[in-house]
């Protein structure tokens, strides 16, 4: 694009190649020089004659390479780190299937509101699993496949 503004307008602008050096997610297509980046951050590096790291010295494609240091995220799930509280359906109230869970902030479903969490239960196993939402008052609602309300909490 550089080389496409610099033929139109005669203008040579100045460019930042800052996908060269980036994290690439996994170890093995990182650039070795992300690796030198100890910080959560990116570096510019200048020589000793204060010339600043473009990439390629022979190229002149780009004024500046930025590089930047490799992620590392933790192993644990990000849902576990929030404050949430755990809601289930109890089973008895999902006689039939499929059966669709709605939840809206409290008193907003006899507004028309929209839901905070539409979640589908297509079988009787379906029912253990967990809903999590920000500690609230919600309303859940529970439609049968005619979208009749079944149960409502």
Do not use: C, H
Not at 37 to 56: C, D, K, L, M, S
């Amino acid at each position: 694009m550089a080389g496409f503004l610099t033929d139109l307008t005669k203008i040579n602008p100045f460019t930042i190649d800052q996908n060269r050096y980036s994290d690439k997610g996994e170890d093995r297509y990182n650039n070795p020089l992300s690796k030198l980046v100890v910080n959560n951050t990116y570096i510019v590096p200048i020589n000793a004659e204060g010339e600043v790291f473009r990439g390629n010295p022979s190229s002149y494609e780009t004024d500046i390479s930025i590089i930047q240091s490799v992620n590392s995220f933790k192993t644990s799930l990000w849902w576990e780190e929030l404050e949430r509280k755990e809601f289930r359906i109890p089973k008895d109230k999902t006689p039939s299937y499929p059966a669709l869970v709605l939840v809206y902030r409290k008193g907003e479903y006899t507004k028309n509101g929209i839901p905070t969490a539409v979640i589908e239960l297509n079988l009787e196993e379906d029912d253990s699993k967990k809903i999590y939402l920000k500690d609230d008052d919600y309303e859940i609602v529970v439609l049968n496949s005619s979208y009749e309300v079944i149960y409502s909490l």
